[in-house]
């Protein structure tokens, strides 16, 4: 029945993506349509990006920690997020949980205003700044999820997001009413739907990247259904080995990296998936790939990894610097994000800390507790002084302890927001 219905919905979904591309707000295969270049270049040149200072502490602007501590989604070891990315147009942000949901925050209008500098900090133990806008369930643990990367509050057939679980086809959900716009499937030898590990959207979002085992599989966004093109990594024998764990695309010269846990990151070009590097020196497996702004630099971090590691692509025989961040004994994807401005990367820990560093020379800046337990995720805002935290772990207590959450303080298992200073502010 599934597959029935995703034929069904296939045709109005391509529909609604190629009307998006027509008005220019998706980008066509190879580059994006004339019309948007002219926007994104007269955007870029009436706005300027805010220099945040990290010389002053981040206040909290918004909390959010009750409504993932319901009763009926709570888990033998307690509900607790992993992971949080703003959506490309800044209007909301993404959280995934241990309860196999996704749960979509709206930013308020008046999240960076002049009333906004009055407002108190927000209450650590109090009630929720506000509730979710949307939260969709999945039937299994969330694996991976990513925005389509010219989503557009004000355009609704760009609004929606990707995502995939144990056992499940990749799902792309609508933002705007929660409901599943279609899936992409893939199959293994045996006909059976295995699930991706890794997903990421392109850079002109025509193409849907997938992380397998050994393997890479590209989907169509314009076709649903189990219609792909097929990657393996072991072409040349020095390609990963292992799961693929995570994606990234360089926003200038049409590569991807592709992170696996066999502590190996490799790069690719995007057109024909031929192998270009491969880079060796994680010490456990690699959970997250990032290039820099200006796709001349890689950062990886790994699993029980207490170091993030910078490439240079254009030189990949040893690595730049290292980047310490307290992870070492935790199993968790610990995220890190690079602000708008590309000149600052800051990571979360296990130690409740966020640390940020200066890219030009990898030098440790400062660093802020965001939460008593493990800072799992962190996203910089698309453009504001504002970014957003995620913390949890699991927690396993004895048969009569069934109230644990409720006995959780304020800063465990929450997600933030925090508003940043700029050098534009007196």
């Not at 990571?347 to 966020?354: A, I, K, L, P």
């Not at 995720?377 to 504002?386: E, I, K, R």
């Amino acid at each position: 029945m599934e597959e029935a219905a995703e034929e069904r919905a296939a045709a109005p979904v391509a529909a609604e993506f190629e009307d998006a591309a027509e008005n220019g707000t998706e980008g066509e295969e190879g580059g994006s349509a004339p019309a948007a270049e002219e926007d994104a270049a007269a955007a870029a040149a009436a706005y300027s990006w805010p220099e945040l200072r990290f010389d002053l502490p981040p206040r909290r602007r918004y909390h959010f920690a009750d409504q993932f501590r319901s009763p009926c989604s709570s888990s033998s070891a307690g509900n607790f997020l992993k992971g949080v990315k703003w959506s490309p147009d800044g209007s909301s942000f993404l959280t995934s949980s241990d309860d196999n949901s996704l749960r979509m925050f709206y930013l308020p209008e008046d999240a960076y205003s002049a009333a906004a500098e009055h407002t108190a900090e927000a209450a650590v133990g109090g009630q929720d700044s506000y509730g979710a806008s949307l939260q969709v369930n999945e039937g299994e643990p969330v694996y991976d999820f990513c925005w389509y990367p010219y989503m557009s509050v004000s355009d609704p057939a760009t609004c929606v997001f990707a995502s995939t679980s144990r056992d499940h086809p990749i799902h792309l959900w609508d933002a705007t009413t929660g409901e599943l716009r279609c899936t992409y499937r893939a199959y293994d030898a045996m006909d059976e739907i295995t699930a991706a590990l890794s997903i990421s959207f392109n850079s002109t979002g025509s193409k849907l990247f997938a992380g397998y085992n050994k393997a890479i599989r590209v989907f169509d966004v314009h076709r649903p259904g189990r219609d792909f093109e097929q990657y393996s990594l072991l072409k040349g024998g020095e390609g990963p080995t292992g799961i693929i764990s995570s994606i990234s695309f360089s926003p200038q010269n049409g590569m991807l990296a592709v992170g696996s846990y066999s502590q190996t990151t490799a790069v690719y070009a995007e057109g024909n998936m031929e192998p270009l590097y491969v880079l060796h020196g994680q010490l456990g497996g690699v959970t997250q790939v990032l290039f820099s702004k200006d796709g001349n630099y890689l950062y990886t971090g790994g699993r029980k990894d207490p170091y993030i590691l910078c490439w240079d692509i254009r030189n990949t025989v040893d690595i730049v610097y290292k980047l310490y961040r307290s992870c070492d004994t935790t199993n968790q994807r610990v995220q890190f994000d690079i602000e708008p401005c590309g000149k600052h990367l800051a990571t979360g820990g296990q130690d409740g800390m966020v640390h940020i560093y200066d890219l030009q020379g990898g030098q440790w800046v400062t660093g802020f507790q965001a939460a008593a337990d493990t800072v799992n995720g962190f996203s910089f805002h698309p453009y504001l002084p504002l970014a957003t935290t995620s913390s949890g772990h699991r927690r396993f207590g004895m048969e009569d302890e069934f109230e644990e959450e409720s006995s959780l303080a304020g800063d465990e298992n929450c997600c933030s927001v925090w508003k940043f200073s700029c050098s534009q502010e007196s």
